[in-house]
């Protein structure tokens, strides 16, 4: 494949390619005259070396693979989209299929009218108001700590059809006996879950998370007492809380409020503003439950 460096602004995308090989995943833009531009994928995982070795592939490899793919399947069409848009002023939609599933995808392009949502004010953000000690308020429901593991899964596919997104997807975090999360926009909301004394699993920690960016239709916002967690200058939210006669301590990145709960998650590289906060349940850990 062609690699012709250097972007070329105000170009057509018509495909898409995304590949993984013996040294990783790589990516190729195919514009309306063909020509191709790698793309830089970024992110851990993307890139590695077998050095030499030929062991077998473990059980579990495929499995990975897909999912692998199927995240840099959005990574891509995250970066098109806000290429095309930032260039042409419209949204590049992908449409991928299955060349040599689960490592090799092309994708073909159709460009379409900007999301209203990439213009202020156009559509209203999906808001999660955190509460200290009790849960969460979200814009159709209630997640309270006491809220049991089967109310909060379907409580998650509620949202999912709201913002029209795929449906939650469970995953294995240490120390919950369940996780699951949702995309909201281009973020994500998640719900981790503890069985207590009496044999209840109920919910223990919310977790909103998003990137640096634009946030999506419609975009995750995360507050506490007013303050918009994820918007505000990380600065400045650690400030407000200070100021509001709250300890914050920083342990290996995380800015954490033992007092409320809270853990805040800094942004990949240097980005400004905290990319996830997340709000665990006092009395989990306690004894009392």
Known sequence: MRD?????????????????????????????????EHADLGGPGVVWSAGGRD???????A??????????????????????FAELGVEAQVTWFAVDEPVAWEGLVTLREPDPARFPGRVPPFVVTLQPGRGALLPDATLL??????????????????????????????????TRSVRVGRGSLSLSTKRG?????????????????????????????????LDEPARDVVTLFRDLGHEVVVRSGLHVLPALGLTLYPCAGEGERFAGAALRDPLLFSGCR
């Open 197 to 229: 004394h009496d044999g209840v699993e109920r919910i223990g920690e919310i977790h909103g998370e998003r990137r640096h960016g634009w946030g999506g239709n419609p975009e995750l916002r995360v507050r506490l007492d007013g303050i918009d967690l």
């Open 63 to 84: 499995r990975r693979l897909a999912e692998t793919a199927s995240a840099l399947r959005l990574r891509v069409d995250e970066a098109l989209t806000d290429r095309t």
């Open 4 to 36: 012709h460096g250097a972007t070329r602004r105000g170009r057509v995308p018509v495909r898409v390619l995304l590949r993984g090989d013996s040294d990783g995943w790589r990516s190729v833009v195919v514009d309306e005259d063909g020509t191709e």
């Open 145 to 178: 700590f006491t809220t049991t593991a089967q109310d909060a899964w379907a409580t998650l596919t509620a949202v999912a059809e709201r913002c029209r997104t795929p449906a939650p997807v469970p995953s294995f975090v240490c120390g919950w006996d369940g």
């Open 55 to 61: 062991d077998p592939e473990p059980a579990w490899w």
